[in-house]
């Protein structure tokens, strides 16, 4: 029995399984988030976004300082989640997020958002597509950083009372996935 097929190139990710039976992941993959209240240590400094928990991987992981490691080269997308809150919000502050290569800044990565009185809060989602392959040797790894103009800003995690229908609010979600 052959699996599912489509136009979206569903195959190109899960094969067929074989015999009827469920899909097999022919990819590499991760799942990754953060409840922790990350904050900034002092306005326009560089801070690594941590990333400690793990919903699910195959061939990427991530260290709980948020550095992704991959195990096969290719080329992946990183799609990440932040929710940050202006705890003081007086004038305008601004928040930027990039990500690094072996340590470098990676050009063009930077994404910009606004927080103010009437702003209080925000969730910014970013893709990213890198390619993953040796240099010199070996496979490199891929950090994610922020900044803040102000240090009334925090990545924010929000737990749900109990007795409320919704879930908890991680500060960061990250999905990184190999495409091809």
Known sequence: MEGYKDNSGFNAVFGSGGGG???TINRDFGGFYSTQIQSVTAPNTEIQIAIEQTNFSNGVSCASDGTISFTHEGMYMIELTLQFTHQAPITNDYVYVWFKQNGANQYMTTREMILNSTIR??????SYMVAIYPFPYAL???SLFWSATSSDIILDTIFTPIGKPQSDTPSVICNVFQIA
Request: glycine share 8%; no cysteine.
């Open 21 to 23: 039976s469920a899909p």
């Open 121 to 126: 809060s925000g969730v910014m989602s970013l």
């Open 140 to 142: 490199p790894t891929i």
